[in-house]
């Protein structure tokens, strides 16, 4: 099969396109591959920046959506399925092995594209507001970086679980209007963001981090909540606690796969309280540019430059890509 291979830590352009064996595994469910999601932990996987770095050479690529070709007995899933799954690594391939507790079937109504966009983000917006963040019916939620990955998930789950008002912060219109498309009722760009919202806001979802984290607090009312998700800006924050209590608010970590990995069966959890959601539409991936799977390099490349909006994916059909010039960042 073709795979691609990350044989040096020199960045995206030294991955390559290389024939493989068919991976093994008689436990594992095998999957004819049809969609990949790629993220920044790939893109860190090619200079040896992640936090997991197997051994050179390594296939990367987290998440995937495909066809069952084979299961392990025992298994609920049948030759045939259509799925989304995360193999956690190598999914950059036209076949990968993948734990059958962390392969799902795909409902009909959604396409291979949105099943490879889904679990990753929208699994950790759902545990990042509901489970961690505890929202109530009717509450508001401000989300940064909302024109990405995780922000366009965490306002459709925002919504779909019972929030109020969702207000967008992004860093231009063209983005602002990427994350109204996705659902939110307003946008308010990064410069100036707290004067617009004031201190109207329940919950913060917050996968930027940097120097607006102070100002996000500032719009918390009483009993809100901060959920930090990530730090896309680079920059980890600083919290002067008197903050949270003069105002009673709350800091609150978000690290899904730390958490859910290391309890049996919580993905799948989660999985059961999205999928009903997936299914009507009322969550819906935000799909950006498709590349094929040899042009790999530059769906990483385009990943690389924050420019994309939506899921960058990958497909193994070489007549279903439909790459798009990345913009230049902000």
């Known amino acids: 099969m073709q795979a691609i291979q990350i044989t040096t830590l020199e960045g995206p352009e030294a991955i390559h396109l290389c024939e493989v064996a068919t991976p093994e595994g008689d436990d594992l469910v095998l999957i004819d591959v049809e969609a990949i999601g790629v993220a920044f932990p790939e893109l860190l996987q090619t200079r040896g920046l992640y936090q997991y770095q197997p051994g050179l050479p390594f296939i990367p690529g987290a998440e995937v959506s495909g066809v069952v070709r084979s299961a392990p007995d025992g298994c609920s899933l049948q030759p045939g399925d259509r799925v989304a799954s995360l193999p956690l690594i190598g999914g950059f391939a036209e076949q990968v092995r993948a734990r059958s507790d962390l392969t799902f079937r795909l409902p009909d109504e959604v396409s291979f594209e949105a099943g490879a966009a889904f679990v990753f983000n929208y699994a950790t917006s759902y545990f990042a507001l509901v489970q961690r963040g505890g929202l109530q019916p009717g509450e508001t939620v401000l989300v940064h970086g909302a024109a990405g990955g995780i922000g366009t998930s965490a306002i459709q789950v925002a919504k779909a679980f019972g929030a109020g008002e969702v207000i967008a912060v992004t860093s ?159």
Do not use: M
């Open 172 to 330: 231009s219109a063209e983005k602002g209007d990427v994350a109204l498309q996705a659902g939110a009722d307003r946008y308010v760009l990064a410069d100036g963001f707290k004067d617009a919202v004031g201190r109207t806001v329940d919950v913060v979802v917050d996968p930027v981090g940097g120097p607006r984290f102070t100002d996000s607090l500032r719009t918390l009312r009483e009993h809100g909540r901060l959920l930090v998700v990530g730090f896309a800006a680079g920059e980890i924050p600083i919290v002067k606690v008197n903050r949270l209590l003069l105002n009673n608010i709350s800091v609150v970590g978000v690290g899904w796969g730390a958490d859910s990995f290391a309890r049996p069966g919580e993905v799948a959890a989660q999985w059961d309280a999205l999928v009903d959601h997936l299914r009507s539409g009322a969550l819906s991936p935000v799909i950006g540019p498709i590349f094929a799977l040899e042009n790999a390099v530059e769906a990483l490349r385009c990943l690389n430059s924050r420019g994309a909006t939506g899921k960058v994916l990958l497909t193994t059909d070489p007549n279903g890509h439909r790459p798009r010039e990345p913009k230049k960042a902000e």
